[in-house]
């Protein structure tokens, strides 16, 4: 398997996801150096492709809806990504939780907007990177 990662946002406020062996990811976050966050999650690779494959089947749904996705379905969920169109792309609203439960060591932060197409990119290599 290639490198496995993703990492969305700019210089100022960002996400990355990275494989970081078996199932083992690493999952960091900043937004203007005032909130951070690097923690590691535990995760199969079947979830992080679920995750990716819902993610690019709604940015290749029509724009101008709102959608949430979570990285997985129960409390041990890492992060939950909320998208919001604006323009030709997506500004993110991000909720972390460092501990696998929803309630609490939670970071919430936003991001964005990101266009469509390098969101499909982000994810299309991800995707890519988990299938072999």
Do not use: K
């Not at 993703?6 to 100022?12: A, F, K, M, Q, T």
């Amino acid at each position: 398997m290639d490198s496995a990662r993703i990492r969305l946002g700019s210089d100022v406020a960002w996400l990355e996801l990275e494989h970081t062996g078996g199932d083992n990811w690493r999952v960091s976050a900043d937004w203007c150096s005032w909130l951070r966050a690097d923690f590691n999650a535990h995760l199969t690779v079947e979830e992080v492709l679920d995750f990716a494959t819902r993610m690019l089947a709604q940015l290749g749904a029509p724009t101008g809806r709102r959608f949430s996705a979570a990285m997985t379905p129960g409390r041990n969920n890492p992060m939950t990504l909320t998208a919001e169109s604006v323009g030709s792309g997506f500004a993110f609203f991000v909720c972390l939780t460092p501990n696998g439960d929803d309630t609490v060591c939670q970071l919430r932060m936003e991001l964005g907007p990101i266009p469509v197409t390098e969101l499909r990119r982000g994810f299309d290599a991800l995707h890519s990177a988990l299938t072999f």
